[in-house]
């Protein structure tokens, strides 16, 4: 049993902030774990993946805004569950937004984190992280706020610095699917020639395309899985 489950299976989510919710998944993954709930909020700094995250939402109790998470427009207090899934390494600022989380999270309330780390991985999860992280730098040179995941220490240092209250840890592996049954690890070996074709004539492309066949080779000597994530379920 995953960490959320354990910690909040018998317990309500009351109302529910999910920070930089893309398309909303995570919100869905709170409220499975989660006995009960009484509404939820997903914001992001932009809505191109709202339009999926409203189909996976019929119920009126689950809402989208556009927000940026530096500057959440809540009061104080407002929330009994704050979360993030996934999102640390796209902030430009990460201790801004994670203390406005803390700031609209009612005392006692969750403070909630599943972040994929750069560590702690095996080798086919490594194929994961080395494809997340070139990637990334194409992001980067895109304009696109992606940065390398952080290692489990680091996320644990940034959570410390809030002063929250007591929390605890633990590790998410997804069992979803089987990336080398269900096509992912050929999507993903497809993917290294569509991402260089985004930065094809830039000045690093040759070094860009070196490193992406040999993540290449290293994905077919070793396989793929997806990379484990970091949970952290604390109270303010």
């Known amino acids: 049993m995953n960490l959320l489950n354990k910690k909040l299976g018998s317990l309500s989510g009351g109302r529910i902030l999910d920070v930089a919710t893309g398309d909303g998944s995570f919100i869905r993954k709170l409220i499975d774990a989660f006995d009960d709930y009484d509404n939820a909020v997903g914001i992001d700094i932009d809505d191109k993946h709202f339009n999926e995250a409203h189909k996976d939402f019929e119920e009126d109790r689950v809402t989208f805004a556009i927000m940026d998470g530096v500057h959440l427009s809540f009061d104080d207090d407002s929330f009994d569950t704050v979360a993030m899934r996934a999102g640390l390494h796209h902030l430009p600022d990460i201790k801004s937004v994670l203390c406005e989380m803390k700031r609209v999270l009612k005392p006692g309330g969750f403070f909630i984190i599943r972040e994929m780390t ?20 194409i992001n980067r040179i895109e304009g696109i706020s992606h940065n390398s995941t952080l290692s ?17 840890t633990g590790k998410y592996t997804c069992n979803d699917c089987d990336p080398e049954k269900d096509g992912k690890m050929e999507r993903e070996l ?12 830039h000045p690093d492309y040759d070094k860009l395309q070196k490193e992406g066949d040999q993540i290449r080779q290293y ?3 070793h396989g793929f899985a997806c990379a484990s994530s970091m949970d952290i379920v604390g109270n303010k």
Do not use: P
């Not at 560590?119 to 997340?132: A, E, F, P, T």
């Not at 489990?152 to 605890?168: F, H, K, M, P, S």
């Not at 497809?190 to 004539?201: F, M, N, R, S, Y």
């Open 118 to 137: 750069c560590d702690y991985q095996n080798k086919k999860q490594l194929s994961d992280v080395q494809m997340h992280h070139w990637s990334a730098r």
């Open 219 to 221: 994905i077919l000597k």
């Open 190 to 201: 497809a993917d290294i020639d569509k991402e260089l074709a985004k930065v094809e004539g």
């Open 152 to 168: 489990r220490q680091e996320i644990i240092d940034l959570v410390d610095g809030l002063g929250l209250g007591e929390y605890e």
